[in-house]
């Protein structure tokens, strides 16, 4: 008997406060934010960050490679749900950053799904993790299923799973992995950073079958 099983959605590359708005009224749990992050137009300056967190209290994540102490602490006036990392963060950092969090700001780690993904580095300070399907993959391409599975053994903490998602193979994802939830962005907007809500209204209807379909089943 299973449950507890309920997939969490995490929408990704948030740019515009209707957008967050649009989501918070679809309770959508986590709305991710990318804050100066070079190579991604779903990148905002930090006071475009601060006023979208504002229209999502408690939901807000913030997306962040190599960041210096003074972006974090500006961040964390909003009392974000959690720091994602991507960038080259050393577990030493993270350790250190988390004696700057409020306790209920949590650290996310970022790692691709790759042989040479190494989750254990991070077993002590990541309270999640965050595994993406690498951008050299192609979305045509098989899902990595095998090795994403194998990662999440290794984490030892909960999962969400990331890259080229959407409303046309989440379902499978799901079904497959099990994962504590998803995380997507482009494979739920209009444009790079525009969410499209028709396309996350079919991604929740998915993950609300699958919750329908694990409860009662072991």
Same mark, same amino acid.
């Given at each position: 008997m299973?449950?507890? #099983?309920?997939?969490? =959605?995490?929408v990704?590359?948030?740019t /515009?406060? $209707?957008d967050?708005? +649009? %989501?918070?009224?679809?309770?959508?749990?986590?709305?991710?934010?990318?804050?100066?992050?070079?190579?991604?137009?779903?990148?905002?300056?930090?006071?475009?960050?601060?006023?979208?967190?504002?229209?999502?209290?408690?939901r807000?994540?913030?997306v962040?490679?190599?960041?210096?102490?003074?972006?974090v602490?500006?961040?964390?006036?909003?009392?974000?749900?959690?720091?994602?990392?991507?960038g080259?963060?050393?577990?030493? #950092?993270?350790?250190? =950053?988390?004696?700057l969090l409020?306790? /209920?700001? $949590?650290?996310?780690? +970022? %790692?691709p799904?790759?042989?040479?993904?190494v989750?254990?580095?991070y077993?002590e300070?990541?309270?999640?993790?965050?595994l993406?399907?690498?951008?050299?993959?192609?979305?045509?391409g098989p899902f990595p299923?095998?090795?994403?599975?194998?990662l999440?053994?290794r984490?030892?903490?909960?999962?969400?799973?990331?890259?080229?998602?959407g409303p046309?193979n989440?379902?499978?994802?799901?079904?497959?992995?099990?994962p504590y939830?998803?995380?997507?962005a482009?494979?739920v907007?209009?444009?790079?950073?525009?969410?499209?809500?028709q396309?996350?209204?079919?991604?929740?209807?998915?993950?609300?079958?699958?919750k329908?379909?694990?409860?009662g089943?072991?």
């Amino acid at each position: 008997m299973d449950e507890k #099983f309920s997939p969490k =959605l995490k929408v990704c590359g948030v740019t /515009r406060l $209707e957008d967050a708005t +649009a %989501l918070v009224a679809r309770n959508v749990p986590y709305i991710g934010v990318i804050v100066e992050v070079e190579g991604t137009p779903r990148s905002v300056e930090r006071s475009k960050a601060l006023a979208i967190a504002a229209c999502a209290p408690r939901r807000t994540v913030f997306v962040l490679s190599n960041p210096d102490a003074a972006l974090v602490r500006v961040l964390l006036e909003s009392a974000p749900v959690a720091l994602q990392f991507h960038g080259r963060e050393e577990p030493e #950092f993270l350790v250190e =950053l988390r004696a700057l969090l409020p306790k /209920r700001t $949590e650290i996310w780690k +970022a %790692l691709p799904v790759v042989p040479e993904a190494v989750p254990e580095r991070y077993a002590e300070v990541a309270d999640r993790f965050v595994l993406e399907r690498p951008k050299t993959v192609s979305r045509a391409g098989p899902f990595p299923f095998a090795l994403t599975l194998a990662l999440m053994k290794r984490a030892s903490r909960p999962v969400l799973v990331a890259g080229c998602l959407g409303p046309k193979n989440v379902f499978e994802v799901v079904r497959c992995l099990r994962p504590y939830g998803v995380d997507m962005a482009s494979g739920v907007e209009e444009a790079p950073g525009i969410k499209d809500m028709q396309a996350i209204d079919e991604v929740l209807v998915a993950l609300s079958a699958q919750k329908v379909l694990f409860v009662g089943h072991s």
